[in-house]
T-cell receptor
Framework: AQSVTQLDSHVSVSEGTPVLLRCNYSSSYSPSLFWYVQHPNKGLQLLLKYTSAATLVKGINGFEAEFKKSETSFHLTKPSAHMSDAAEYFCVVIDNTNAGKSTFGDGTTLTVKP | EAGVAQSPRYKIIEKRQSVAFWCNPISGHATLYWYQQILGQGPKLLIQFQNNGVVDDSQLPKDRFSAERLKGVDSTLKIQPAKLEDSAVYLC???????????FGSGTRLTVV
């Protein structure tokens, strides 16, 4: 069975400082991994995805994530936080060998202080 | 391209009543998903359709929840009868193929009182 663990339920950073949101996963040998963002009262938006190509993935709004198979991690980073980054972030794993079954993490709430 | 359309946006019902949600996926997206997102938790997959066939409904409470996708396009999710613990946001998503990622609708916020 696959699973996703987002290691921090809340992360607080100051504007202009780096962001790190951590995600560990357990899946088959060929998972696809995603990060989604959800702003208050808004729908889920795809930030970036890893689908077995380059292990360093660049997404929208300056976010990046690195797939590390040896550590089963897919941490999300951004060099400099902006106030508009405050939101809920979800790490998602899709099992490509099981009809694309998806599992969401429980989310990390990012707070950005001025 | 138009996004995933869901209606209604909000619904308040009493327990033991029934309710239905509607989803229109992005044109050409063969795969459609219904998720339940309880406050403070990540979305939980209820059912996944590939065209009009069910791929995964292992987490759908089949004694009260049902879903259909007629003609492989629109889909409806029904709850009958509703319980207090069904209060959640119900999200619909579609994808061309799973590895490409999903596009989510804005969701339906259900409150059962």
């Amino acid at each position: 069975a696959q699973s996703v663990t987002q290691l921090d339920s809340h992360v607080s950073v100051s504007e202009g400082t780096p962001v790190l949101l951590r995600c560990n996963y357990s899946s088959s040998y060929s998972p696809s991994l995603f990060w989604y963002v959800q702003h208050p009262n808004k729908g889920l938006q795809l930030l970036l995805k890893y689908t077995s190509a380059a292990t360093l993935v660049k997404g929208i709004n300056g976010f990046e994530a690195e797939f590390k198979k040896s550590e089963t991690s897919f941490h999300l980073t951004k060099p400099s936080a902006h106030m508009s980054d405050a939101a809920e972030y979800f790490c998602v794993v899709i099992d490509n060998t099981n009809a694309g079954k998806s599992t969401f993490g429980d989310g990390t709430t990012l707070t950005v202080k001025p | 391209e138009a996004g995933v359309a869901q209606s209604p946006r909000y619904k308040i019902i009493e327990k033991r009543q029934s309710v239905a949600f509607w989803c229109n996926p992005i044109s050409g997206h063969a795969t459609l998903y219904w998720y339940q997102q309880i406050l403070g938790q990540g979305p939980k997959l209820l059912i996944q359709f590939q065209n009009n066939g069910v791929v995964d409904d292992s987490q759908l409470p089949k004694d009260r929840f049902s879903a259909e996708r007629l003609k492989g396009v629109d889909s409806t999710l029904k709850i009958q009868p509703a319980k207090l613990e069904d209060s959640a946001v119900y999200l619909c998503a579609s994808s061309f193929e799973g590895a490409a990622g999903y596009t989510f609708g804005s969701g339906t916020r259900l409150t059962v009182v």
